[in-house]
């Protein structure tokens, strides 16, 4: 869009082969001034652009004018949901999401490419239970934040589970590895909704909760259904503070940030 939101271009990406569907979920403005379109798609190994079946990730590179660099399916012929993706120093990117085989649970997956869409590497983590990463966000000392949800009891980095469904928040270098791993919640389940880094490093987690024990300990409740959870967390994972505000809402993130305003 130009600066008085007129149309400067558009274009579609696909092989435009029967059955085969694609999606962007996000736009990333990459360090070499390009941008990527990433997203999914699904297919089998037909097509200009071959898949692996089932849903993989789809990252198509452009110039900021629209001129396609470069495309690539990501996969292993698993369902691949990508959620959210940054750009890192070298031109490449980090894209988190889940994996899931068959009917079984999910987890939570990260991929990181460079800067010609290469992937560096993959790594998985997760239980017994269902595991997601949803978004992923920049620290100041260069490590990322990742978050998401859990309910697994154990597992490769799922942290301490507190009950049901959890907060899941992860620190990872910049080839996906694990630094620490925290969990927030109470006995029953909390749901992510949004996370922002603060001026200091803190990160803050938007939500909700149905819980009235562990974390969860300041603010006003309903006693009853989804009460909308605020979480702050230093960026070594220790809990800072929390916060949760009523009534019961079932769209818990324009709420949370609303009492979160009022708190500053």
């Avoid at 966000?137 to 301490?160: A, M, W």
């Avoid at 803050?204 to 989804?226: F, M, N, P």
Wanted: aromatic share 8%; with cysteine; net charge negative.
């Amino acid at each position: 869009m130009t600066g008085d939101l007129g149309l400067d271009w558009i274009t579609t990406f696909g092989t435009g082969v029967a059955n085969e569907s694609y999606g962007f979920d996000m736009v990333v403005e990459l360090a070499d001034g390009n941008i990527a379109g990433c997203g999914w798609m699904h297919g089998s190994s037909s097509g200009t652009l071959p898949g692996f079946g089932k849903q993989d990730f789809y990252v198509v590179k452009t110039t900021k004018s629209g001129q396609l660099l470069d495309m690539v399916c990501l996969g292993t012929g698993m369902q691949e949901i990508p959620d959210s993706a940054v750009a890192t120093p070298d031109g490449g990117m980090i894209m988190v999401g889940s994996a899931r085989s068959g009917s079984g649970p999910s987890d939570g997956l990260i991929l990181i490419l460079d800067a010609r869409l290469n992937q560096v590497n993959r790594i998985t983590y997760g239980g017994e239970g269902e595991d997601t990463f949803d978004n992923i966000r920049k620290l100041n000392d260069g490590t990322y934040i990742v978050t998401g949800f859990t309910n697994s009891q154990s597992g490769n980095g799922v942290g301490q589970s507190r009950g049901g469904y959890d907060f899941w928040v992860m620190n990872i270098d910049d080839r996906g590895r694990s630094i620490w791993t925290r969990r927030f919640g109470g006995s029953a389940d909390e749901e992510l909704c949004g996370t922002t880094i603060l001026e200091d490093g803190s990160v803050v987690l938007l939500g909700s909760t149905q819980s009235s024990d562990g974390d969860v300990t300041r603010g006003l409740a309903a006693g009853t259904g989804k009460d909308a959870w605020a979480v702050c967390v230093s960026d070594t994972g220790r809990l800072l503070w929390d916060f949760r505000s009523c009534p019961a809402i079932s769209s818990c993130s324009a709420h949370a940030a609303r009492f979160l305003s009022r708190r500053a």
